[in-house]
């Protein structure tokens, strides 16, 4: 990766950060990465993928910030979430910068999760379950 990914922006700008991201991570590998549910897998998968070396986070900091943004968006698309900037109290909670509003109301953390799947990994920690498990889905899909 490099620095174009290095810094996460803010909510309002979330989907150009991921439209640019997948477009470059897509460029040299043949990944199906095309904001559909069954797509969380493959970001299971790569990040897996990054644990195996055991690697220090901050080598792999960009691609799970990258990832996570990733599982963002496909929640946004799929779910009805919409991208929220975190208040400071949300920032040091999820530890993280931007997250998620559903529909409902609740706040999630996706970039948070991947990162949790690298550090921890199993099950427990899948992007595809969390969106699986979401609560306040909407039963339409949000334009693209």
């Given at each position: 990766?490099?620095?174009?990914f290095?810094?996460?922006?803010g909510?309002?700008?979330?989907?150009?950060?991921?439209?640019?991201?997948?477009?470059?991570?897509?460029?040299?590998?043949?990944?199906?990465?095309d904001?559909?549910?069954?797509?969380?897998?493959?970001?299971?998968?790569?990040?897996?993928?990054?644990?195996?070396?055991?690697p220090?986070?901050?080598?792999?900091?960009?691609?799970?910030?990258?990832?996570?943004?990733?599982?963002?968006?496909?929640?946004?698309?799929?779910?009805?979430?919409?991208w929220?900037?975190?208040?400071?109290?949300?920032?040091?909670?999820?530890?993280?910068?931007?997250?998620?509003?559903?529909?409902?109301?609740?706040?999630?953390?996706?970039?948070?999760?991947?990162?949790?799947?690298?550090?921890v990994g199993?099950?427990?920690e899948?992007?595809?379950?969390?969106?699986?498990?979401?609560?306040?889905?909407?039963?339409?899909?949000?334009?693209?």
């Open positions: 990766m490099d620095n174009r290095g810094t996460l922006p909510a309002q700008d979330m989907r150009a950060y991921v439209t640019r991201f997948v477009a470059h991570l897509t460029e040299r590998n043949r990944l199906p990465l904001y559909s549910v069954a797509s969380l897998r493959i970001v299971d998968f790569v990040v897996d993928g990054l644990r195996q070396n055991r220090e986070r901050a080598r792999v900091e960009e691609v799970l910030r990258g990832l996570g943004a990733y599982t963002g968006e496909v929640i946004v698309r799929r779910a009805g979430g919409q929220i900037d975190f208040d400071a109290g949300q920032r040091e909670f999820f530890g993280q910068p931007t997250g998620i509003r559903m529909p409902d109301g609740r706040a999630w953390n996706p970039l948070g999760k991947v990162v949790n799947r690298f550090e199993g099950p427990e899948s992007v595809q379950r969390l969106y699986l498990l979401l609560h306040g889905r909407s039963s339409r899909k949000v334009a693209c």
